[in-house]
């Protein structure tokens, strides 16, 4: 199959689900199957995860949204999986050159080998994963590799936001690709898990969350409520990747 045909499949799926398993929000995880990070092996036997680590944001200046937008914007990308019956879609973005990249793991539980495509920004070609390092469901992440180089990528910050920060959003709610959204940080739930202000929707599921200074804060995740008003959104912390990574 072609490669344009490939993209037109997905995204005519995308736009004909109605409801999406893998999607923002609680109750994502309900599609059955085998854990993906068990099934895909290294194609190469080398990982490099070395990734940055921003420094002490103190000495920095901060960004407005549109250059925090045209930074990573390309560092942004859709996510398409299919547990064989469905598609879904969600998002993800690199951390590092070498297309060393992150999700959230419901985006891609319960799918299956090679039928999941990575949709960058301003490129026609569905690419693969080929290498899961660490995934897991209770803090959903999922640290993965894609078969592309020289990526774009988004720094990673040293320290946590504070409550009322602002941070901006990049993914794909609704297969709308690398929407762009700003908010706050409105309370800390647990350790790692923080409640947002920024708008996020089904298809945000994965995205990037992005702090004042340009530094990646967190992965956005979902709703605390299906169906509120009272935009409740929450993003799971970095911090989850940075035991599996290696800083410069």
Not at 46 to 56: G, L
Not at 148 to 159: D, F
């Amino acid at each position: 199959m072609k490669t344009n045909n490939i993209l037109i499949f997905f995204f005519t799926i995308t736009c004909l689900c109605t409801s999406c398993a893998h999607k923002s929000g609680h109750g994502t995880n309900n599609a059955k199957g085998t854990q993906h990070s068990e099934q895909i092996i290294s194609t190469n036997g080398v990982t490099n995860t070395t990734v940055t680590i921003s420094s002490d944001n103190r000495n920095k200046n901060k960004i407005e949204g549109p250059e925090v937008f045209t930074l990573y914007n390309s560092a942004v990308f859709m996510v398409f999986t299919s547990d064989g019956h469905n598609m879904y879609q969600g998002s993800g973005f690199f951390i590092n050159k070498y297309g060393l990249a992150v999700s959230n793991y419901h985006v891609f539980k319960g799918t299956g080998i090679g039928e999941e495509g990575i949709k960058l920004v301003g490129d026609n070609k569905i690419y693969k994963v080929t290498e899961v390092i660490k995934s897991s469901e209770e803090e959903d992440f999922i640290l993965f590799r894609v078969n592309v180089s020289n990526t774009n990528y988004i720094p990673i910050a040293q320290y946590k936001p504070n409550v009322g920060e602002k941070v901006y959003a990049i993914g794909s709610p609704r297969g709308l690709e690398n929407t762009f959204s700003s908010g706050e940080i409105s309370q800390w739930r647990d350790k790692n898990l923080m409640q947002i202000s920024a708008l996020i929707d089904h298809g945000s599921s994965g995205g990037a969350l992005i702090n004042e200074y340009g530094e990646l804060v967190g992965i956005t995740s979902g709703s605390f409520a299906d169906g509120s008003q009272a935009n409740l959104n929450y993003a799971w912390s970095i911090d989850v990747i940075k035991p599996y990574v290696k800083s410069k």
